[in-house]
T-cell receptor
């Protein structure tokens, strides 16, 4: 079946380093993707989105890359800060499916 | 513009009781989604509603669970005769356009 999944369940980085969180999707018809951040005890928070007619989109300290050939999505966080510690989900909105998420831990 | 509101934030029920979870979407949003999340797991889609209509309930258990989004008032997720396995966080999201979803803070249900 179609699915959205994450390659890595956990990621630990040093404060100030860059973080890369990966996501694979299998529905080739997917045309809109969103990254969410979920802090402990809170609901998911929209970070950045990208449509399938784009390869890259940048926000403040975050960049999303989309590779439609291999159906892969990544979220890059520059100069990771302790406040970035959370679980990150990618979502493919056509099917409203979320992966299990990647827990990012930032070490001071 | 207030965000998505959910209440109660925490709900404790005994087995066999009913749980009613409420979600008030953002102003101007007519699309509501309900998700369930177990600890250390992802969000599992349950149901998608527009005003007075259920659009997709493919993720909702066939028994004991129901959802509504009336013309006036919040969306309600209702769980009848709760069992311990219903303990989870239930998140509601709203959207103006079937794309970007904005999430509420969730209701944490504990069934004793």
């Amino acid at each position: 079946g179609e699915s959205v999944g994450l390659h890595l369940p956990t990621l630990s980085v040093q404060e100030g380093d860059n973080s890369i969180i990966n996501c694979a999707y299998s529905n080739s018809a997917s045309d809109y993707f969103i990254w969410y951040k979920q802090e402990s005890g809170k609901g998911p928070q929209f970070i950045i989105d990208i449509r399938s007619n784009m390869d890259k989109r940048q926000g403040q300290r975050v960049t999303v890359l989309l590779n439609k050939t291999v159906k892969h999505l990544s979220l890059q966080i520059a100069a990771t800060q302790p406040g970035d510690s959370a679980v990150y989900f990618c979502a493919e909105t056509n099917d409203m499916r979320f992966g299990a998420g990647t827990r990012l831990t930032v070490k001071p | 513009n207030a965000g998505v509101m959910q209440n109660p934030r925490h709900l404790v029920r005994r087995r066999g009781q009913e749980a009613r979870l409420r979600c008030s979407p953002m102003k101007g949003h007519s699309h509501v989604y309900w998700y369930r999340q177990l600890p250390e797991e992802g969000l599992k889609f349950m149901v998608y509603l527009q005003k007075e209509n259920i659009i997709d309930e493919s993720g909702m258990p066939k028994e004991r669970f129901s959802a509504e989004f009336p013309k006036e008032g919040p969306s309600i997720l209702r769980i009848q005769q709760v069992v311990r396995g219903d303990s989870a966080a239930y998140f509601c999201a709203s959207s103006p356009n079937e794309e970007t979803q904005y999430f509420g803070p969730g209701t944490r249900l504990l069934v004793l």
